[in-house]
């Protein structure tokens, strides 16, 4: 079975910019969750999806928003993007609705200069 | 609210063991996660343990959990060089589905 898909693996934007990301499930699998990585604050939660439906979202401002396709393929998207935004975006699946099983992708790297 | 913390750094010699800790503060938690993060990649699943265990062993990693003092350990025995990484104790939200808590990471360096 193929992994979780992440696309782009890097982009760079600059401040205003907006940038959609883009994460393809393993087969079969509903839900799918975004998480921000930065040395920072480490692995912070931003939004999960199932069938669709947002079931979860993290504490990040409305510039930050996310779907999900009928195929369970996600995107999420960050308007206005600001320095801090730079950061690594991982999308991960999961083949239950809940528990925390979850298959990360590897990742997309956004620099924002 | 939530939190999960962990020492940030482990250095152990080849061979020996390590001993990655976590503490936890959401006692409902069913299940209690370690993930591992190798450079440049995105998180795997390493193992997990119910919470009505105490114990949980896979090959060369044993899961130790105490629930009263909401503590959780892991112990990779004959650490290898490939084991270096950063191991991340993850816990999810109450009510959460798939959301998770995750701690800081402990990063693994192991030398010669």
């Known amino acids: 079975k193929a992994g979780v898909t992440q696309t782009p693996r890097y982009l760079i934007k600059t401040r205003g910019q907006q940038v959609t990301l883009s994460c393809s499930p393993i087969?079969?699998?509903?839900?799918v969750s975004w998480y921000q990585q930065t040395p920072g604050q480490g692995l912070q939660f931003l939004f999960e999806y199932f069938s669709e439906t947002q079931r979860n979202k993290g504490n990040f401002p409305g510039r930050f928003s996310g779907r999900q396709f009928s195929n369970s393929r996600s995107e999420m998207n960050v308007s206005t993007l600001e320095l801090g935004d730079s950061a690594l975006y991982l999308c991960?699946?999961?083949?239950?609705?809940?528990?925390?099983?979850?298959?990360f992708g590897e990742g997309s790297r956004l620099t924002v200069l | 609210g939530e939190d999960v913390e962990q020492s940030l750094f482990l250095s152990v010699r080849e061979g020996d063991s390590s001993v990655i800790n976590c503490t936890y503060t959401d006692s409902s938690s069913t299940y209690l996660y370690w993930y591992k993060q190798e450079p440049g990649a995105g998180l795997q699943l390493l193992t997990y343990i119910f919470s009505n265990m105490d114990m949980k062993q896979d090959q060369r990693l044993t899961v130790l959990l105490n629930k009263k003092d909401k503590h959780l350990s892991l112990r990779i025995a004959d650490t290898q060089t490939g084991d270096s990484a950063i191991y991340f104790c993850a816990e999810p939200l109450s009510g959460g589905y798939n959301k998770l808590i995750f701690g800081a990471g402990t990063r693994l360096a192991v030398h010669p």
């Open positions: 991960a699946s999961s083949p239950t609705g809940s528990g925390g099983e979850l298959f």
């Open positions: 087969s079969g699998h509903r839900s």
